[in-house]
């Protein structure tokens, strides 16, 4: 079975600062791993993805995530945070093979302030 | 990109009732569908996964008679909360996943409040 960590249940930042989100799973097979994000009363929107490969991807709105497989990390980092960035984000997990159903973490609440 | 649909957005029901949960997939073929249940300010929760033509693969803890999945086409599942009571209130959120892919696309998401 996989598990999935997001140590920070809020983060609070100013506009226009860096932040980071933190990521931490476990696993005895081989995973993909998503962060996804939740914006109030939506649907949950793909972030970005890592299958395999280079270890840093990076979304299309300036997120990236780095896969650490020595640590099991894939934290999602901004250089430049916006308001509108303001939403719930979730780290997943799954397995590269079987039904390959996602494994949640608790989700971190960005809160970008003025 | 994938589109997946979910109705009704928002329901209230009384205690007793079932409620029918629809989850369609409007451009793809969904081979594999999967229904989450989301607790207010927590995590999503894998319910059921289900195969088109198949029985649905239910996780542990959750009743099979209480939460009904139904995947009749590649288009088509629904859940059925049968005699629902308060603490089934939740918001599900279902999601998709066509053939031969590993992205899910996920539903905007149905709040049932059960009174």
């Excluded at chain 2, 207010?40 to 209480?66: C, F, H, I, R, W």
């Amino acid at each position: 079975a996989q598990s999935v960590t997001q140590l920070d249940s809020q983060v609070p930042v100013f506009e226009e600062a860096p932040v980071e989100l933190r990521c931490n799973y476990s696993s005895s097979v081989s995973v993909y791993l998503f962060w996804y994000v939740q914006y109030p009363n939506q649907g949950l929107q793909l972030l970005l993805k890592y299958l395999s490969g280079s270890t840093l991807v990076e979304s299309i709105n300036g997120f990236e995530a780095e896969f650490n497989k020595s640590q099991t990390s894939f934290h999602l980092r901004k250089p430049s945070v916006h308001i509108s960035d303001t939403a719930e984000y979730f780290c997943a997990v799954s397995r590269d093979t079987g039904r390959r159903a996602l494994t949640f973490g608790s989700g971190t609440r960005l809160q970008v302030q003025p | 990109g994938a589109v997946v649909s979910q109705h009704p957005s928002r329901v209230i029901c009384k205690s007793g009732t079932s409620v029918k949960i629809e989850c369609r997939s409007l451009d793809f073929q969904a081979t594999t569908m999967f229904w989450y249940r989301q607790f207010p300010k927590q995590s999503l929760m894998l319910m059921a996964t289900s195969n088109e033509g198949s029985k649905a693969t239910y996780e542990q803890g959750v009743e099979k008679d209480k939460f009904l999945i139904n995947h009749a086409s590649l288009t088509l599942s629904t859940l059925t909360v049968t005699s629902a009571h308060p603490e089934d209130s939740s918001f599900y959120i279902c999601s998709a996943r066509g053939r031969r892919t590993y992205e899910q696309y996920f539903g905007p998401g149905t709040r049932l409040t059960v009174t």
